[in-house]
C-alpha cells in the first residue's frame, strides 16, 4: 500500500473517521455542506468568468463584480474545503484508489493557478481596472479556462465513486 492510502485507511479507521462514515445524519449532512459550498463558489466564479468573457454583466466594472462576490467565493471555499476534510476522515481510503480522485486535486491546482495569474497580473491591467469596452484577451481566455477547469474538478469529483481503483 501507498503512503496516501495508509494515511487515509487510517483516518478512515479511526474512532472519529468510523463515527462519521457511519452515522445517520452526521455524514449527508457534511455531504450536503460539500456540495452547497461548492455551488456557492463554483457558481459565483462561473458568474465571473462570464463576465470575464463578455457574455453577463457587461455594464459592471469587472473590480467591482470581484469586490462583490469575492467574500462570498471565498465563504464557499471555506465550506466546502472544511467539509471535503470531512469527507476524506470518514472515506479517504475508499476514494483515493479512484484515478479521477488525483484528476480532481490537479484540475483544482490548475484553476487555482489561473485564478492567481488573473488575480497578480490580468486584473491589474488598464482596460480591466479602467472599465474599457474591449478586454484583452488574456482576460477572456482566463475566463474559459476557469469555466473549463472547474467544469473538468466538479466532473471528476462526480466520477470518483463510479470509477474505482
Known sequence: M???LDFAQSLQDSGFGTALAESRYAFPLV???HLLGLSISVGLIFLTDLRLIGR???NVPIPVVLRQLRPWVLSGFAVTFISGV?????EGATVVISPAFPAKFVFIALAGLNALYFELRLA???PVVEHQAVLPVGVRYAGLASIGLWT??????RLIPYLPG
Do not use: D, V
Open 2 to 4: 501507498s503512503l496516501i
Open 152 to 157: 473538468a474538478t466538479i466532473i471528476a469529483g
Open 31 to 33: 455531504e450536503a455542506a
Open 86 to 90: 470531512l469527507l476524506f476522515i470518514a
Open 124 to 126: 491589474r491591467l488598464a
Open 56 to 58: 453577463f454583466l457587461t
